[in-house]
C-alpha cells in the first residue's frame, strides 16, 4: 500500500476493534467478582472510546459521567512503545504507549484495541520525526548509494555532530597548548 493510501487508512479510525469488548470481558472473567465491578465500566469505556488522527496529533476521548480526553502533537512525542500480553496476540490486539517529554515515567496516551498498530506505530513515528512527504529527493551517501528523505536528513544530523565534536576537540587541544 502507498504511503498516502495508509495515511488516510490511519486517520480514518475512529474506534476500537470488537476484539478489545471480548478482552475487557476475557479480563474480568479470571476473576468473577472484577465482572461486577469492572464490566459496566469496561463496557461504557469500549463504546464511548473515540480516537482522531489529524495532521497535527492525536486526539483520545472516552466516558459518560466522566469525560476524559487526551490530545497529543506529533512534535511533542518522545518515544512509542507496542505493550501485549498473551490473550491481547491472541485477539491480534496490541496496546501502543505514547510518551511525551512531560516528567512522567509512565506513558502519556495509550492507544488499546486497534488491530493495525504496527501500521499506526509507522505512521507514528514518521509524524513524530516530522517527516511529511517521504518521497523526496534522494541525498548521495558517501559510499555512493542514494539516502531515502529520512536518511539524508540522519546524514545531514550526523555530518553536524561529527563538525562540531571536531571543532570541540581542536578547541581544547589549543586551550591545553595555550595553558602550557
Keep these: 500500500m502507498t504511503e498516502p493510501a495508509m495515511d488516510r487508512q490511519i486517520q480514518a479510525i475512529e474506534r476500537p476493534d470488537r476484539s478489545l469488548l471480548t478482552y475487557y470481558l476475557l479480563s474480568c472473567l479470571v476473576f468473577p467478582p472484577l465482572l461486577i465491578l469492572a464490566g459496566p465500566y469496561y463496557y461504557f469505556r469500549y463504546h464511548t472510546m473515540r480516537y482522531r488522527f489529524t495532521d497535527d496529533g492525536i486526539s483520545m476521548s472516552w466516558g459518560i459521567l466522566f469525560r476524559r480526553e487526551i490530545i497529543v502533537n506529533y512534535a511533542r512525542i518522545q518515544d512509542i512503545h507496542l505493550k501485549s500480553n498473551f490473550i491481547e496476540r491472541w485477539l491480534g490486539l496490541a496496546r501502543i504507549l505514547v510518551q511525551t517529554a512531560s516528567g512522567s515515567s509512565s506513558a502519556e496516551m495509550t492507544i488499546e484495541g486497534l488491530k493495525e498498530y504496527e501500521a499506526l506505530r509507522d505512521f507514528l513515528y514518521s509524524r513524530m520525526r516530522g517527516v511529511k512527504d517521504t518521497h523526496q529527493p534522494a541525498a548521495p551517501v558517501s559510499n555512493g548509494a542514494p539516502a531515502t528523505g529520512e536518511q539524508g536528513e540522519l546524514i545531514a544530523a550526523l555530518r553536524e555532530t561529527a563538525a562540531e565534536l571536531r571543532a570541540v ?12
Design 169 to 180: 576537540r581542536e578547541a581544547l587541544a589549543a586551550r591545553k597548548h595555550a595553558d602550557r
